[in-house]
């Protein structure tokens, strides 16, 4: 099991966590931890993150109620980035959208685009 010591954390104290659905495998949204959030969630089961806009712990449901069950974490390679797979309550996103990517980019990757 990872633990906070294990995480390499930016020069802000922070490190980047993808959330995905534990169902689906969709991303849900991108987020920030601190050591005290990644500890919170650890021991909580719930995904906390530290908000950057606001500068302050951020437990993902307690306004919205759209709470996200941890069932597995785990750190990338490097340990700095970790991935949360959840099973949600409701919507990922304060939009209310179920995910935070669901703007998609008017992008053509067509063959003919392709650099080789």
Same mark, same amino acid.
């Given at each position: 099991?990872?633990?906070?010591? %294990?995480?390499?954390?930016? %020069? *802000?104290?922070?490190?980047?966590?993808? #959330?995905?659905? @534990? @169902?689906?495998?969709?991303?849900?949204?991108?987020?920030?931890?601190? *050591?005290?959030?990644?500890?919170?969630?650890? +021991?909580?089961?719930?995904?906390?993150?530290?908000? *950057?806009?606001?500068?302050?712990?951020?437990?993902?449901?307690?306004?919205?109620?759209?709470?996200?069950?941890?069932?597995?974490?785990?750190?990338?390679?490097?340990?700095?980035?970790?991935? #949360?797979?959840?099973?949600? %309550?409701?919507?990922?996103? =304060?939009?209310? =959208?179920?995910?935070?990517?669901?703007? +998609?980019?008017?992008?053509?990757?067509?063959? +003919?685009?392709?650099? +080789?």
């Amino acid at each position: 099991m990872i633990t906070a010591d %294990d995480i390499h954390w930016d %020069d *802000r104290g922070l490190c980047p966590c993808i #959330v995905q659905d @534990y @169902y689906t495998k969709r991303v849900l949204t991108l987020a920030y931890m601190n *050591r005290e959030s990644f500890n919170i969630t650890l +021991e909580k089961g719930l995904t906390c993150f530290w908000s *950057r806009s606001r500068k302050e712990l951020w437990l993902k449901g307690a306004t919205s109620g759209n709470y996200q069950h941890v069932v597995r974490m785990e750190a990338d390679c490097d340990a700095d980035a970790i991935l #949360v797979q959840v099973i949600k %309550d409701g919507p990922a996103c =304060h939009l209310g =959208h179920d995910s935070c990517f669901d703007t +998609e980019l008017n992008m053509d990757f067509s063959k +003919e685009n392709k650099h +080789e």
